[in-house]
T-cell receptor, first 113, second 114 residues
Framework: SQQGEEDPQALSIQEGENATMNCSYK?????LQWYRQNSGRGLVHLIL?????REKHSGRLRVTLDTSKKSSSLLITASRAADTASYFC?????????????FGKGTKLTVNP | DTEVTQTPKHLVMGMTNKKSLKCEQH?????MYWYKQKAKKPPELMFV???????INESVPSRFSPECPNSSLLNLHLHALQPEDSALYLC?????????????FGPGTRLTVL
């Protein structure tokens, strides 16, 4: 079952605008990651934020984490048509002595030229 | 080489066929994963291999049989699949060191079961 839930499920914006996606999760985490997936392709790791971090930046990406609310947000600034993709948050979950990633439902972002 | 490769890219098979999906990475990662992804859904974990040993099996039906022949290769053997098994099958390897923790995904195999 998914641990993370993103909202919105779909987001359509114009090039140059900012895009914000949110993720909520249920159990305590060590870290939260964001991945991007172009249509029908593999996922690409974007950024990881640890449970003791509140904010992290990478280029045009800004991620925040609020462990008290069990939520995270991904902000893409000055969006481009090439940012069109699905974005997933993923949290680590320990199970049977092993660790796995559990993905949220994802936000489908469309950036219109 | 920071790439995970998967073959074939597309596969169409009948319900009585036996086929295999292949995944390869040469980054020295010792954890490898199989995921299944249906359209407009997130990836769902199927299997995890750690140091060539199966460490997680997410109650996957036995018609899916994973194999890890060595630290660079991961196979998924398919037999007697059902049409509902049609999906994108993704392989990933994991790198974890110090503050980094990243899964590297292959491009996937698009499987259609007729």
């Amino acid at each position: 079952s998914q641990q993370g839930e993103e909202d919105p499920q779909a987001l359509s914006i114009q090039e140059g605008e900012n895009a914000t996606m949110n993720c909520s999760y249920k159990t305590s985490i060590n870290n939260l990651q964001w991945y991007r997936q172009n249509s029908g392709r593999g996922l690409v790791h974007l950024i990881l934020i640890r449970s003791n971090e509140r904010e992290k930046h990478s280029g045009r990406l800004r991620v925040t984490l609020d462990t008290s609310k069990k939520s995270s947000s991904l902000l893409i600034t000055a969006s481009r048509a090439a940012d069109t993709a699905s974005y997933f948050c993923a949290t680590d979950l320990y199970q049977g002595g092993s660790e796995k990633l559990v993905f949220g439902k994802g936000t489908k972002l469309t950036v219109n030229p | 080489d920071t790439e995970v490769t998967q073959t074939p890219k597309h596969l169409v098979m009948g319900m009585t066929n036996k086929k295999s999906l292949k995944c390869e990475q040469h980054m020295g990662h010792r954890a490898m994963y199989w995921y299944k992804q249906k359209a407009k859904k997130p990836p769902e974990l199927m299997f995890v291999y750690s140091y060539e040993k199966l460490s997680i099996n997410e109650s996957v039906p036995s018609r899916f049989s994973p194999e890890c022949p060595n630290s660079s290769l991961l196979n998924l053997h398919l037999h007697a699949l059902q049409p509902e098994d049609s999906a994108l099958y993704l392989c990933a390897s994991r790198f974890r060191q110090d503050l980094s923790d990243t899964q590297y995904f292959g491009p996937g195999t698009r499987l259609t079961v007729l």
